[in-house]
């Protein structure tokens, strides 16, 4: 079998797949024949299946600051702040399995400060702009946004609530209001 230059990119979008197609945490064996490659070709860049996962799960992170990014280009702090939000939950419902796959994996204290968290860019972007509508950088108020917009994605991910993106942009127009600086 021939190995494809760009098989680390290949195996993490194969991996990808295999978990929005329903299958839990695939095995490293399974994605290689499913890849087309050798069982051995994705241990040349993942030691093993929790490596392979932990990569899947910061290109996650990396996907998602680069839709809250997106979303963060127009409008008053406020509306940013809602677009966050609504990207957010969109996100998880567009990768719901990639989206549970990027919060079940643990934080593996061993790493170094920067690498603790695979988050810290797509939570920095949300701090960033909670912090303009309030005037003022307040961790409380970050983390009571993440809660919301994490609590109503996994809610409408396990069909707890429907949450369709008017009653997502409401709510969040609810919090923001809450935290937002007099004017």
Known sequence: ???????????????????????NEPGIRALARAAG?????????????????????E??????A??????????????RLIAQGLAYVAFARAHPALFRLMFARPVDSECAPEKRREDAPAFAILADRVAAVMGSDDADATLGCWAIVHGL???????????????VGAVLALYVAGISRPT
């Open 59 to 64: 290109r996650g992170f990396a996907t998602l």
């Open 66 to 79: 680069a839709r809250l990014v997106a979303a963060d280009a127009e409008g008053s702090d406020r509306e």
């Open 153 to 167: 994605a996994t809610l409408a991910l396990d069909s707890r609530v429907d949450a369709p993106p008017e009653q």
């Open 1 to 23: 079998m021939n190995v494809p230059a760009n098989l680390r990119d290949q195996l993490l979008d194969q991996a990808e797949a295999m978990l929005e197609a329903g299958e």
């Open 37 to 57: 490659v050798s069982a051995m070709a994705p241990y040349r860049h993942f030691v093993d299946k929790a490596a392979l996962l932990a990569a899947v799960a």
